[in-house]
């Protein structure tokens, strides 16, 4: 079982960038996905979480990132995106994927009931 994000890259201030959250051995729409993000130096955050369709696909973001950013899924590909618009150089970071379980209301940010962690990709925002 494993998660990889992928659609990091260096981007300029005010600019955009769509995240991917592809899994292999596990079922997306079976869980609740949280995108996490860790600067160099700084403690790892939680960014958002869209639970899953048994919970009414809820989402929920960091008040950091609350407008700016976006969480969606789609089941057909099994795939999770964050589409990241208005980037700032505080958003420079490894943002990760992680899978929760099916009947997680994402409710809180924190890495709460994690089952597995995904490999991360580096998100650099210029200024």
């Known amino acids: 079982v494993q998660l990889q994000a992928s659609g990091g890259g260096l981007v300029q201030f005010g600019g955009s960038l769509r995240l991917s959250c592809a899994a292999s051995?596990?079922?997306?729409?079976?869980?609740?996905i949280h995108w996490f993000r860790q600067a160099p130096g700084k403690e790892r955050e939680g960014v958002s979480c869209i639970s899953s369709s048994d919970q009414d696909e809820s989402t929920n973001y960091s008040d950091s990132v609350k407008g700016r950013f976006t969480i969606s899924r789609d089941n057909a590909k099994n795939m999770v995106y964050l589409q990241m618009s208005s980037l700032k150089p505080e958003d420079t970071a490894v943002y990760s994927c992680?899978?929760?379980?099916?009947?997680?209301?994402?409710?809180?940010?924190?890495?709460?009931?994690?089952?597995?962690w995904g490999k991360g990709t580096l998100v650099t925002v210029s200024s």
């Open positions: 992680a899978a929760a379980p099916l009947y997680y209301d994402c409710s809180s940010l924190e890495p709460r009931l994690i089952d597995v």
């Open positions: 051995g596990l079922i997306l729409e079976y869980h609740a």
